[in-house]
């Protein structure tokens, strides 16, 4: 089968940081992978200092652009589909006030776009986010939102007629973050004598609480890379941040996967714990 995935992220560098490495896996494997991203990210901070410019601030919606295109290079992603709205920030801030905001944006035209999108690329496999509820930014959210009922009304040709021929996706998963894989990280890191980032971070996740794993994709080949696609939104990353404080060697030894947790689907999901396209 010719197999496609399609990524959806809020904003430039969520595609970097979500399911980076696994991309790059299915790209090698010859999977055609395409991006959605649905903001510019213009509320981003400046965190790297090197770029913590006057003119890079005053241009920063166009130079975060030309870094997602870095990065989806490397990432191999084949199209990036911009949906067009603006960062919404965080709530409560004039950003999320704006009419123009991804979070206030009309949903049945937003779901339009995606489901457009969906139909052209046609992928057994789409990428979305869960409910974040550790970090309830509002494209997050709203991403999470439109992407279950995009899954589901690009297979129902009676939804958006004239946005192409019907087209079910088979599974829809989001990546995430599970409390086992950043406690044998940080378990690691402090076994190594070195300082773990991860500490305040588990502070924040209940023990006991821990996401639903259905998939566990293999990116020690991958991990290099996908790092390095990060790097590629130099504005938005300290490069001797929090995301490479925790040595390649370290990840490969320890936990060398990205977990997923699966959405929907229309097959069930399968049992091959190892592969998102597994028995398709």
Known sequence: MDHRLLAIHAHPDDESSKGAGTVIHYSDLGVRCTLMVATGGEEGDILNAAMDRPEVAANLPAIRDEELEAAAAILGFEHIYRLGYRDSGMPDSDANERLDAFTNADEEEALGAMVSTIRTERPQVVLGYDDHEYYPHPDHLRVHDLS????????????????????????????????????????????????????????????????????????????????????????????????????????????PWEDFTLLASRDGGGEHPHDLFGGL
Not at 158 to 184: H, I, N, T
Not at 232 to 240: G, K
Request: net charge negative; charged share 25%.
């Open 148 to 255: 279950l009922k995009a899954f589901w009304a690009a297979g129902d040709q009676e939804r958006f007629p004239d946005a192409g021929a019907a087209w079910g996706p088979a599974r829809l998963y989001a990546p995430v973050f599970s409390r086992l894989r950043l406690v044998k990280l940080h378990e690691a890191m402090v076994a190594a004598g070195l300082e773990s980032p991860l500490g305040r971070w588990l502070e924040r996740i209940p023990e006991g609480e821990d996401s639903h794993v259905d998939v566990r994709v293999p990116i020690a080949s991958t991990l290099s890379r996908a790092r390095n696609a990060l790097r590629a939104h130099a504005t938005q990353v300290d490069p001797d941040g929090f995301w490479f404080q925790i040595p390649e060697e370290i990840v490969v030894d320890v936990y």
